[in-house]
């Protein structure tokens, strides 16, 4: 394939096994690119890629780097000195950031993008996974596995390509969608964002991309959400269709019935009561759910017929995903890394739970900015647990800050009443967590690091101590 603002016919991916670049790199082999790449680990990830034609190296050297690369894709996570993109420009090659590439891949479809600080892998998947059902075949993008590796993208031969929109580092700018969702607004990325307010800038420039005449679909009970709502509703050429429990929502949440580990919905839709099944816990999967409703009934999807796929969704990796159960505890594993996402997931767990079990975390903080600037929001969240382990703070892209380390999460928690406890060794959890667990808990693995590695762990421990009783 060929692109006329960014030659994609032999692109190599640095950090190719990265959840937005794997994707990007499955649809363009998909449609005939000579993709390349390199990764810093295995995985099953690099794994499905090379099943599928690509060239995939371990670790970084500027000889990765292929004598007929067409272009370098990078994500803002690689750095100036990495020795592929050190190579690449020496050498001319032109540099495309991912979100260019996806803006690119997206090009003559009817977009939809999925933006918001929180929610949006879950309401890509949803709408992902619903208008397969439907029989549209969706091309789609997301920042999460729905079920196997290399999930997370999908050429489709259909007209609608669903994107996850990543506000982060502004990249969803790129993006010029004739349908947008935006779930919340609230602060994060610290180290890009220095107020609310270039927030709220900044989701005005990805809500004045909408095409003419698109429609943005946006909370009408978040107050953030709120607040860009009357920023832009009135643009010329933009429909805004508010949903939520709210009373003046355009599409009104009237209640969210706990169903175990599903939950019924019921919304007010043009004046009619329609009810249907989200097969995941929690009132925020809910909400999400009704928000791809909405965005699907704007491309022109029959409501009726959305709803009802909407229930074939089953999750996303990492998102509440059950990682299996032994001696009557259950793992499950949680990207939660925001408060407002602590708080949604154990609330949701706390719902599915049943008889007199208990739920216990073990949380390991993402990054040192957010860290410094949430801990007392995220302490307060773990006490929501039963009991909690904190582990050290995964870096992912960052250096040490001086002073922030996890330990300012468990004084926080401490004080918000948490039953909380350090786990400094990394290796040393799974026994921890295995010992701490009895009959009938519910143990969530959280965080967007590799904590969700323990899960396997803790499963075999427990299984050792079901064996010995």
Excluded: C, W
């Amino acid at each position: 394939m060929n692109d006329a603002a960014h030659d994609l016919h032999a692109p190599h991916f640095i950090g190719i096994g990265g959840a937005g670049m794997s994707g990007l790199a499955k649809i363009l082999a998909v449609r005939g690119a000579d993709v390349s790449g390199s990764d810093s680990k295995e995985s099953e990830t690099v794994l499905a890629l090379r099943a599928l034609g690509a060239t995939v190296h371990v670790g970084h050297a500027a000889e990765h780097v292929p004598d007929g690369a067409s272009s370098i894709v990078v994500s803002s996570a690689i750095r100036a000195d990495n020795p592929e993109l050190v190579a690449a420009r020496e050498r001319g090659i032109p540099v495309v950031h991912r979100s260019d590439a996806l803006a690119a891949l997206m090009g003559g479809r009817r977009a939809l993008a999925v933006a918001g600080t929180h929610g949006k892998t879950t309401t890509t998947s949803m709408l992902a996974v619903a208008l397969g059902e439907l029989g549209l075949d969706p091309s789609y993008a997301i920042g999460g596995d729905l079920d196997a590796p290399g999930s997370n993208a999908q050429h489709g031969t259909g007209e609608i390509f669903v994107a996850e929109a990543d506000e982060s580092d502004r990249s969803f700018h790129k993006y010029a969608p004739e349908v947008a969702i935006v779930l919340n607004v609230e602060l994060d990325h610290h180290a890009n964002y220095a107020s609310i307010d270039e927030i709220y800038e900044s989701f005005e420039t990805f809500v004045g991309r909408i095409t003419p005449g698109g429609t943005l679909v946006v909370s009408a009970d978040h107050d953030g959400a709120r607040e860009l709502t009357s920023r832009v509703a009135a643009r010329e050429g933009l429909n805004v269709v508010t949903v939520g429990a709210a009373e003046d929502a355009d599409l009104r949440v009237l209640s969210v019935v706990a169903r175990g580990m599903t939950s019924e919905v019921t919304v007010l839709l043009d004046g009619a009561e329609l009810t249907f099944t989200v097969s995941v816990p929690g009132r925020h999967y809910a909400h999400n759910a009704v928000a791809a409703l909405a965005a699907g009934v704007a491309l022109g999807v029959p409501a009726a017929d959305l709803a009802k796929a909407l229930g074939a969704y089953t999750g996303v990796r990492r998102r509440l995903q059950l990682k299996g159960e032994a001696a009557g505890v259950q793992v499950i594993d949680s990207y939660a890394h925001h408060p407002t996402e602590m708080t949604a997931d154990l609330e949701a767990i706390r719902e599915g739970l049943e008889g007199e079990g208990r739920v216990l975390v073990v949380f390991q903080p993402h990054l040192f900015s957010r860290t410094q600037q949430l801990a007392e929001e995220m302490g307060q969240s773990l006490a929501l647990a039963d009991a909690s382990v904190v582990l050290d703070i995964y870096p992912a892209r960052e250096d040490p800050i001086p002073g922030v380390t996890s330990e300012l999460i468990i004084d926080a928690a401490r004080r918000a009443g948490a039953d909380v406890t350090a786990e400094h060794d990394f290796a040393a959890a799974p026994a921890l967590l295995a010992g701490l667990a009895r009959p009938g808990d519910l143990l969530l693995t959280m965080g967007a690091g590799d904590v969700t590695n323990l899960g396997p762990e803790i499963l075999g421990h427990l299984a050792n101590v079901a064996s010995k009783v």
